[in-house]
């Protein structure tokens, strides 16, 4: 799974760094940041990054799964 | 010391002349339909605002009233996003709909940036605030906040019934925003009177409000002068100190940023504060898990923000169009209700019901879109901190007297009054 935020969305609410902050961090303005390499989620963080992605109230948090199948969850 | 010449005249030349804007008549008395004759100024409304956006979402989702110079309540969360998102057709220049416009030359930077401003001004001018109001930035205000909410209840030792609005909720964001701008904690209750008149008060004749909102000018002015005698580390000096494309920013904008940063911290977190415990004293169940489980509190918090929204914002509309279906005519009033998106079932699962570990919650609660609330993570932090305090230390708590309990008139939510048996 990798996770990525759509910064023309993004504005600062912290709920995935509330929920998940071992994946996300925040920068000097409080907009999201990843804090994994290439927004690969490891395995056994993958519910939190589902958990931001459906909290995010502007859906800026993208969730895909694996890129060959290109099923994307916002 | 160099002195600093903006703020050398008195205090009328902080805000533009009042006088400049427009006035409406003012229609009040009993709602006719709510469908066509809305007014969020009555007592009907404080008590069963949610009921009537129930109602409406069903009936008639985009309501009209021809109160206040004209005004429109869009009450389904996918036609309140649609407003917060269209900055081409909706104008922040006035956010509190009644009875005065703010003049249209303020645009787009209006009287309070950036709550009152448009883009592309509003970018810079958040932008200014945004790192003061971090989560990291406002976590350095816990431990007094803790502390503070700790004193509030050794007051109410020996009570048997307490106001949890008036004696506990209100008093914490009042003191959390007096100590980030700088100004002295015992000048407090007099916050309080700025609040209700810049959002309550909203029928009262013209030279009545613009009176009351002097004396909030004229009080910022005496600490503006005072810091720049005795600059120090808090967000008053960091605005006389603030530069916006290379230049100190005008006096109105210091002004109307402190006015605002005063304004809307207050009522707002009281609100949510007083409706959380509101809801807790009238679900024993919810309030016993809460006591238990302190792991599940971040959680019920988002969702008292989310079914007990306090804020509702307006815009106005920037030329006549036709949107969605209705006539909206340039100057109309759109109120934008983040607290009526929040419960549209389209939305939101069971959206009625109040699910304190709700895990799925993308609530609105804060605003969408450009205007976010500068001050949620304050906010959060606050409402957290209250309900950790309130309940490890007075975990026993019901409605002394239900029918006592009044709710706020207006844009701004919550319980004004809130006997609680405590113990
Ligand atoms: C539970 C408490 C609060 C709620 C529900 C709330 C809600 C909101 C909402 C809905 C907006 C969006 C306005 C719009 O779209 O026009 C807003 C904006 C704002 N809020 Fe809050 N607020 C709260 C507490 C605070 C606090 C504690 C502060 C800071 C002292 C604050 C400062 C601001 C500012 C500066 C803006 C303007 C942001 C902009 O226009 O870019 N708020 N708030
Ligand atoms: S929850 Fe969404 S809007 Fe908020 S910081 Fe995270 S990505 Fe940005």
């Known amino acids: ?74 | 010391m160099s002195v600093d010449d903006r703020f050398t005249s008195d205090a009328s030349t902080l805000r533009s002349d009042p006088a400049l804007g427009t006035f409406s008549e003012i229609v009040s008395g009993p709602v006719r339909d709510w469908a066509t004759d809305f007014s969020h100024t009555g007592e009907e409304w404080a008590r069963g605002a949610i009921g009537i956006w129930d109602d409406l979402r069903q009936r008639c989702p985009i309501a009209h009233t021809e109160r206040f110079g004209g005004a429109w309540l869009p009450t389904r969360y996918e036609d309140v996003a649609a407003v917060a998102y269209d900055t081409e057709h909706f104008s922040s220049r006035g956010i509190i709909a009644g009875n005065f416009r703010p003049p249209r030359a303020l645009a787009p930077v209006g009287g309070t940036p950036p709550i009152s401003s448009d883009p592309p001004f509003h970018h810079d001018a958040r932008k200014l605030l945004l790192p003061a109001f971090t989560k990291n930035a406002v976590g350095r205000q816990e431990e007094s906040t803790r502390a503070f909410c700790a004193s509030l209840v050794d007051g109410l030792a020996g009570r048997d019934v307490v106001d949890a609005a008036a004696d506990y909720a209100q008093h914490i964001p009042v003191r959390v925003i007096a100590d980030m701008l700088g100004f002295p904690p015992e000048d407090g209750p007099r916050f309080r009177r700025f609040v209700e008149n810049a959002l309550e008060g909203i029928d009262l004749p013209p030279e009545e409000r613009l009176a009351r909102s002097s004396r909030l000018f004229e009080y910022l002015l005496v600490q503006i002068r005072d810091h720049l005698e005795h600059p120090r580390e808090d967000l008053t000096s960091y605005l006389l100190e603030a530069e916006l494309h290379g230049r100190k920013l005008e006096p109105a904008h210091v002004a109307g940023t402190m006015a605002l940063l005063l304004i809307a911290g207050i009522d707002t977190t009281w609100s949510a504060i007083g409706a959380s415990l509101w809801h807790l004293a009238g679900h024993p169940e919810d309030r016993r898990r809460l006591v238990a489980e302190p792991g599940l509190r971040p959680r019920a918090v988002e969702e008292f923000l989310r079914a007990y929204a306090p804020v509702t914002m307006a815009r106005l509309v920037k030329d006549d169009v036709t949107w969605r279906g209705v006539e909206m005519k340039a100057e109309d009033w759109v109120l934008l209700s983040f607290p009526a998106a929040n419960r549209d079932p389209a939305q939101f699962e069971r959206a009625g019901e109040v699910l304190i570990d709700r895990q799925v919650n993308r609530h609105a609660a804060f605003g969408l879109g450009i205007h976010r609330c500068v001050g949620s993570h304050l906010a959060r932090m606050e409402l957290r901190v209250a309900l950790d305090v309130w309940l490890d230390r007075v975990p026993e708590f019901s409605l002394a007297d239900p029918a006592a309990v009044r709710w706020s008139t207006g844009q701004i939510r919550g319980p004004r009054a809130l006997p609680l048996r405590i113990g």
């Open chain 1, 1 to 74: 799974m990798r996770i990525s935020i759509d910064p023309s969305l993004c504005q600062g609410h912290g709920r995935c760094y509330d929920l998940a902050p071992d994946l996300f961090g925040a920068d000097d303005e409080g907009y999201a940041t990843l804090l994994v390499p290439d927004g690969r989620v490891p395995a056994d963080l993958e519910d939190g990054a589902r958990l931001a992605a459906a909290n995010c109230p502007e859906s800026a948090v993208l969730v895909l799964r694996d890129a060959v199948t290109e099923e994307v969850t916002r």
